[in-house]
Structures are given as C-alpha cells and as structure tokens.
C-alpha cells in the first residue's frame, strides 16, 4: 500500500518507515498535520499513520479533515502514549480505524497494516461490484448465452449421433454398453483404440445417451486434446487460475476446463501424454471431486464426469513408470476397448455406403451403389486409419466424381496405395502374406530399425505420418527410436 505516516519525532518515524518498507509498502514521510493534509489532498493512501500531539495541525484534527473529504476512504491509526487513553477513545469516536501505543511494537504493527490492506481491498471490490454491477452482469450473461450458443452448435454438427453407423456385433454391444454407463456419472471411463477408431463418438454417447435425454443434451461435453497442451500451461488449462498466481496471469484470473464442463462431461483425449507430475492431481479430482486452482487457496467441488481416450498402451506405460499405475485402474473401472476396422471388415462396406450417401447428397448423380470390385478393393485394404481413413477416402470421391456406382477407378489414390514399394530387407522383398523366413536366420532386431528407418524417410522426417504407415503407435515409435539412440 502506499502509507502516509506523519510523525514530528525524526527517530521514531524513520524506524517505522524503514520496518514498513521492508513489509513491502511506500510509505510517505510527513513531520507535521498540515503538511501530511497537503500530501494526502494530492495523492492515493489507502493508509494513514499519525501521531496525535504535533504542531500546526494535529492528529485528531488531520483525521476529522480526512473524513469530510468526498471520494476517499483511508483507515486511519493514531499513535498515543499511555497516559493519554482518552485521547485515543476520542480518536475512535471520531472515525479512527485503530490505535498504537508509543512506543510502537512492530508485531502490532504489523498486525495492524495486514488487517488495512484486506479491508482496503475488500473495499475496492465492493466499489467495483457497486458501480459496476450492470456491466459485471451483462458481460457474464454474454459470456454463458455465447457458451449455450457455442454448445448447441457443436451438438447439431456432430457427426456421430445422427449419423453413427453400427453394424457389426462388437460395435453393437460397445454402443449399448455406453448407453448403459451414461445412467451413472460418477463412473469414470477409459476408451482404447487406434487412432480413428471412433472413440470420442462413443464419448459421445455417454455424455448425451439417448437423443430424447433433453437434461443432458444442454449439459457441456468439454474435449481436450492433452497432446496439444505443452506441460507448463497443462495445469492452468484443466485447474484455471485465482488472480495473480503468475506473472503474466489475467488480474481476474481464469476458469479451467473443469470449471466450464460443471454439471457435464470432461473428455480428455490422448490422456497418456499428460504429464506425470499432474496425473496425481487428476486422480484427486476423480476420486475426491474437488481440487486447487493455480496459486489458489481454497478447494473447488467438481461435479464432473471424467471420460478418457488413448491410442497409447496404458498397461505399457504402466511398467516403464511413465503413466501412474492408480490412475489407470481407477480410469478403468468403465472400460472400452475398440477394435480396429481391419478386424471388423463386415463394418466396411455399410460405412462406406452411409458415407457416400452422406457425401454425395447434395450432387445431381448420388451414388448410391458399390461395385463388387471396388468393394474388394475396400475389404482388402487394411485401413491404418481406420473409420477416419474411410470417410475421408469417400468424402473425396464424392467430391472429385459424380456418378451412381462406386467403381475401381474411384479409389485411384487407394490402389496407389497398395501398389507402394515393398520395404527392401538385405535386397529380400518383403511382401504380406509371401515373405519365406531364411533359412540362414533373419536378424529381427536390425531389420526392425531398418523398417523405421524407411518409413521416417519415406514420411520425409514426420513421425506421425511413418507411425500411422506401420501400423503402431506415435508413442511406440519414440520408444524404438529412444532405444536405438541408447
């Protein structure tokens, strides 16, 4: 704060002033009432230290001008000495925020000054509510109609629920069994599943459950991609902040994905990158439903549901001390395992039936037949994008032709694919379903790194892309090459 101290004693105010600097305040320094009348006329103190008895103007009558003064609101202490208590009760009567004995102990002090800056803060945001109610109002209104609006917009552009397609028997019972566990909130859910599985499809359908279940339909369903959050902003993403808890930090702090998805879902994707150091914290949150905001004090309940998604091998990452052994079992008290489209191949052709029709529905020629060949080509192809992959291969032929029947010709970027160079292994090709293992032995272990090798070049450097081509995990990936490196 900045502290106006007035005091005609030279010795005496110089050791406050010097204890109240090294507490972190501005002190101004006056020797007599008027003067300290003519500072205080001029500038912002909050505070005001004064001694009663001095000249030209004294300590009870600098606090009366104070308090006839319009639009300022400084506490007020005034030193006394003991044989002058009536004094210090007239000083009270007359407004005074408290008194000091002299010879002033810093303890009270202290005291003193810490109880002056919470009231002075609790009066600055008073003020701000008072004159500024309106506006506090509207703008969080705004905030919460523009979040409805936000919401309402992404429930009517999900493609999942209106458009799901579940054909074969394992995707049924998945599909039924998300249904059942949207009844109960308080379990939380862990999906597996390769990348473009559908795995924040059937987060989906725990969160909204039936299409007639109007309660949850306008709770919030918040995703978070834990991949594309770097770890030292990971905490303030999930838990928010209080005000001031870092340098840089909004002055009114900021609301967590915790805190927007109260009331409905909280779908962390990728959830095995998040950092090990905050694993125990999300733990907390599932099991005690309540947590700390960054730099803040006071624990906020959650009412929550927590749904997790990983292409990553959890169970792996377990063993090698890089995900929290408590955290994964508690996760996996709902669990989801989704296979592959290479291991559901019934699924294939429907899929791709409901997408062209999806695609190609607002052209003159739909098409609305596959041809026997090209539904070959479709079932032999081992899709390592799985239902993604799919769409996305139909949603280009949709695009690029208009016509009734699906033919070979259309999925020229497919068979591009698989007539692909095979991976050169000591000038042995290695062909699915065709490689002979030598008779004079086959190093397994170099010729792994060789196979990443060519698929990283192959992939121009991009580990993603040389990932998805071998049919393993990103993560699976690091770990060989960090092998190789060891």
Avoid at 166 to 176: L, N, T
Avoid at 356 to 385: C, H, M, V
Avoid at 435 to 440: A, I, Q
Wanted: aromatic residues 8%; proline residues 3%; glycine residues 8%.
């Amino acid at each position: 704060m900045n502290i106006l101290l007035v005091d005609d004693d030279d010795g005496s105010r110089a050791g406050v002033a010097k204890f109240l600097v090294q507490m972190g305040h501005q002190v101004t320094q006056c020797h007599d009432g008027q003067e300290a009348l003519d500072q205080y006329m001029v500038g912002d103190f909050p505070m005001v230290l004064s001694d009663i008895k001095m000249p030209k103007l004294s300590g009870l009558e600098l606090l009366r001008h104070i308090a006839t003064l319009p639009g300022k609101s400084a506490d007020v202490v005034l030193f006394t000495g003991y044989g002058d208590m009536e004094t210090a009760i007239e000083a009270l009567r007359s407004g005074a925020y408290d008194y000091l004995l002299k010879p002033i102990n810093v303890a009270e002090l202290a005291a003193i000054t810490d109880r002056i800056a919470e009231h002075q803060s609790l009066l600055r945001e008073n003020k701000v509510l008072t004159e500024q109610f309106s506006d506090e109002v509207r703008v969080a209104t705004e905030d919460t109609r523009q979040e409805l609006s936000r919401l309402k917009q992404r429930i009517r552009q999900t493609n999942g629920l209106d458009n799901i397609g579940i054909f074969s028997p394992e995707m049924k019972s998945i599909v039924a069994q998300a249904h059942k566990y949207h009844e109960n909130r308080l379990i939380p859910v862990l999906i597996e599943g390769e990348t473009g599985t559908g795995k924040e499809i059937i987060s989906r359908i725990l969160h909204y459950g039936d299409q007639g279940d109007e309660l949850m339909s306008q709770a919030p369903f918040i995703d978070v991609n834990c991949a594309a959050i770097t770890a030292s902003l990971f905490e303030s993403e999930l838990f928010g902040y209080d005000p001031g808890a870092f340098t840089g930090s909004l002055t009114k702090g900021q609301k967590g994905k915790l805190d927007i998805a109260q009331g409905g879902t909280l779908f962390l994707d990728e959830v095995g990158e998040i950092p090990l150091e905050l694993q125990g914290k999300l733990l907390r949150v599932i099991q005690e439903k309540e947590f700390y905001r960054v730099g803040g004090l006071k624990k906020c309940k959650t009412d929550v549901r927590i749904i997790c998604a990983t292409n990553a091998n959890l169970e792996q990452m377990v063993e090698q001390g890089t995900f929290r052994k408590d955290l994964y079992f508690r996760l996996k008290v709902g669990h989801f395992v989704i296979p592959p489209l290479r291991r559901r191949r019934d699924d294939i052709i429907p899929m791709a039936e409901m997408f062209l029709r999806q695609f190609a529905g607002n052209k003159t020629n739909q098409f609305q037949l596959i041809s026997e060949k090209a539904a070959t080509i479709l079932r032999s192809y081992d899709w390592p994008g799985n239902v993604r992959e799919l769409r996305n291969t139909l949603e280009w032929v949709a695009f690029m032709h208009n016509d009734v029947e699906l033919k070979p010709e259309h999925l020229v970027n497919l068979r591009q694919k698989f007539q692909s160079p095979p991976i050169q292994l000591d000038s042995q090709q290695v062909i699915a379903g065709q490689f002979v293992l030598p008779t004079s032995g086959f190093n397994l272990e170099r010729h792994f790194d060789d196979i990443v090798q060519q698929a990283l070049q192959a992939c121009h450097g991009n580990k993603t892309a040389a990932a998805l081509r071998l049919g393993i995990s990103r993560r699976s990936l690091y770990c060989r090459l960090e092998h190789k490196k060891g």
